[in-house]
T-cell receptor, first 113, second 112 residues
């Protein structure tokens, strides 16, 4: 009974490159949430998706960031033209319905050099 | 504008004693509060929660107290065990919404 899976666990990108972070929700979960954690801070909501739909992207920067959750396959958070300030831990969570009771993956630590 | 604050970055407690972690909030519209525990290199795991209609919720060694007039909640762990050493996050939800607002966390160290 696998939990929420995220890969890669660590990702190093040079400034200007693209970063792709993947999240496979728990079995039976069709709701996915992405959070970002900067050093010494709490998690910050970025985006909430259901299969094939973005429900709420109010926490996502307007430029360079995008997210998708296709009918088949994992949810992907994509950051184009990364900058040093994008260095953070990115956590994905999933739930069986729209709720605050979310199950978190281990996170992807992105380092931009 | 930090709506959920955990003012103690770290806390050290002797094994067997009580650990008390505190959390303050500013938004009176929050109606649900959660505590998460996080080990290094892992994601947060849900620990315990409380609705704003209650002032206490207990689950084994963990008890959360809510003081709405003071906009303050606390997590009590008793007795503290070495495995409790982790970062504890307080999170809040408005209108039982999925958007969780998080504190910055408190690192709890349990000394043997």
């Amino acid at each position: 009974n696998a939990g929420v899976m995220q890969n890669p666990r660590h990702l190093v990108r040079r400034r200007g490159q693209e970063a792709r972070l993947r999240c496979s929700p728990m079995k039976g979960h069709s709701h996915v949430y992405w959070y970002r954690q900067l050093p010494e801070e709490g998690l910050k909501f970025m985006v909430y998706l259901q299969k094939e739909n973005i429900i709420d992207e109010s926490g996502m920067p307007k430029e360079r960031f995008s997210a998708e959750f296709p009918k088949e396959g994992p949810s992907i958070l994509r950051i184009q033209q990364v900058v040093r300030g994008d260095s953070a831990a990115y956590f994905c969570a999933s739930s069986p319905s729209q709720t605050y009771e979310q199950y978190f993956g281990p996170g992807t630590r992105l380092t931009v050099t | 504008d930090q709506q959920v604050k955990q003012n103690s970055p770290s806390l050290s407690v002797q094994e067997g004693r009580i650990s008390i972690l505190n959390c303050d909030y500013t938004n009176s519209m929050f109606d649900y509060f959660l505590w998460y525990k996080k080990y290094p290199a892992e994601g947060p795991t849900f620990l315990i929660s409380i609705s704003s209609i209650k002032d206490k919720n207990e689950d084994g060694r963990f008890t959360v107290f809510l003081n709405k007039s003071a906009k303050h909640l606390s997590l009590h762990i008793v007795p503290s065990q070495p495995g409790d050493s982790a970062v504890y996050f307080c999170a809040a939800s408005k209108d039982s919404n999925y958007q969780l607002i998080w504190g910055a966390g408190t690192k709890l160290i349990i000394k043997p």
